[in-house]
């Protein structure tokens, strides 16, 4: 009975090792670099806080607006706030007045 005997090759054992270890490592860098990983996160929980301080600095904003609005308003009409409107944005003033730029 023939029989042959085949060499030995020691490089069919590390093919499925090479191919694991490459699986693992792009699935492994892009995990912790790629735009869901944990980089990304952190960037998204940092633009998060910033945009709730913007958030909060345009609500107390447009509290003030509208508080100056309800000042205005024809219930309540104040003649300072209108005056004072008016000539801000009509640029005028009276001769005898003293002028402040802020």
Do not use: C
Not at 17 to 36: E, K, Q, R, T, V
């Amino acid at each position: 009975m023939w029989t042959k005997h085949h060499k030995q090759r020691h490089l069919g054992r590390l093919v499925t090792p090479i191919l694991a270890a490459g699986f693992f490592a792009y699935f492994g860098y892009h995990s912790f670099n790629g735009d869901l990983g944990l980089e990304a996160a952190k960037r998204f929980e940092e633009r998060r806080i910033e945009r709730l301080a913007e958030l909060d600095g345009l609500l107390k904003q447009r509290k003030e607006l509208e508080r100056e609005v309800a000042l205005m308003s024809d219930g309540s009409l104040e003649r300072d706030i209108l005056d004072e409107k008016a000539r801000y944005a009509l640029n005028v003033s009276r001769p005898d007045e003293i002028v402040i730029f802020k």
